[in-house]
């Protein structure tokens, strides 16, 4: 059994800055790949953030050069830094991650508003 917990969603002014954790836990063995996808109210889920056990790191275009996703192997955690938040980034954001097979997180609300 492998459970994702997420952590470090909230509410935070337009410019603002959070960080997102994911951190596997349980029978968890190292994280593969680990990623963050986002949805947006009558939205659909798209990727915002993947990494590698290699280092490879991609990005949807309307992050890149605010969002920067890592990973803490030691912790067998993965982090989403974002920075110059938009009310745009508003949304669910839900953590993915392949061990031996993909797992997701719960979700955690992320509110960009004045």
């Known amino acids: 059994q492998v459970n994702l917990v997420e952590s470090g969603g909230g509410l935070v002014q337009p410019g603002g800055s959070l960080r997102l954790s994911c951190a596997a836990s349980?029978?968890?063995?190292?994280?593969?790949?680990g990623s963050w996808y986002r949805q947006a109210p009558g939205g659909q889920r798209e990727l915002v953030a993947i990494i590698t056990s290699g280092g490879y790191t991609d990005y949807a275009d309307s992050v890149k050069g605010r969002f920067t996703i890592s990973f803490d192997n030691a912790k067998n955690t993965v982090f989403l830094q974002m920075n110059s938040l938009k009310p745009e980034d508003t949304a669910v954001y839900y953590c993915?991650?392949?061990?031996?097979?993909?797992?997701w997180g719960q979700g955690t609300q992320v509110t960009v508003s004045s």
């Open positions: 349980g029978d968890a063995l190292r994280i593969n790949v």
């Open positions: 993915n991650a392949i061990i031996k097979t993909e797992y």
